[in-house]
């Protein structure tokens, strides 16, 4: 009885209880993800490429991460590349486009002109703050999905976070 009331509910609604649950859930860990940024939308784009084992519903809803990654303000990127090259910008690029002409979950790309040679080069720099925070982040996940993994036998989801760790 409980089935066949579930496909009614579906023929009439156009999307099961489950379907709808997964929706929200796969929603909830959007927000999660923008919300914290860098390394949780790493994540979430990880599980977006995980057809074969995670719902359809949060293949869908997971998968706008890739395109509107956030991008890094011109000021941060500019102290970023003094902070990791020791030279300022001005000193490094005859000419440093402000606008990057990519943007990813954990860095950036603009076109700059080498101030020796004048080739246009891509140059990918790293967000603001993700250094300091990534291990941290790195740490809750592999903690949070371990839990899990050993809270409920069903779940053996543990090397999910295995194989991601060290591509962060």
């Known amino acids: 009885e409980l089935a066949e009331a ?3 509910l579906t023929a009439k609604e156009g999307m099961s ?3 709808q649950l997964h929706r929200k859930s796969a929603e909830k860990l959007l927000r999660l993800c923008r919300e914290n940024g860098g390394v949780y939308i790493k994540v979430g784009q990880h599980l977006a490429n995980l057809d074969y084992l995670i719902p359809q519903e949060y293949i869908e809803v997971l ?3 890739f395109n509107d990654a956030p991008q890094s303000k011109y000021e941060d990127v500019c102290k970023v590349i003094e902070e ?3 030279c300022n910008v001005n000193a490094l690029f005859e000419n440093f ?5 990519a943007s990813a979950s954990l860095a950036q790309v603009h076109v ?7 080739k246009k080069l891509a140059v ?6 993700l250094r300091e925070t990534s291990v941290g982040d790195i740490y809750a996940v592999t903690l949070v999905v371990g839990l899990i993994d050993s809270l409920f036998k069903d779940f053996t989801f543990g090397w999910i976070a295995d194989e991601m760790a060290p591509q962060l």
């Not at 486009?97 to 002409?101: D, G, L």
């Not at 700059?112 to 004048?118: G, L, P, Q, S």
């Open 63 to 65: 998968s706008s991460l």
């Open 17 to 19: 209880s489950k379907s």
């Open 124 to 129: 990918k720099v790293q967000h603001r703050g």
């Open 112 to 118: 700059a002109y080498d101030k020796k040679t004048k």
């Open 97 to 101: 486009e402000s606008v990057p002409i």
């Open 84 to 86: 990791d090259l020791g």
């Open 6 to 8: 579930e496909q009614q």
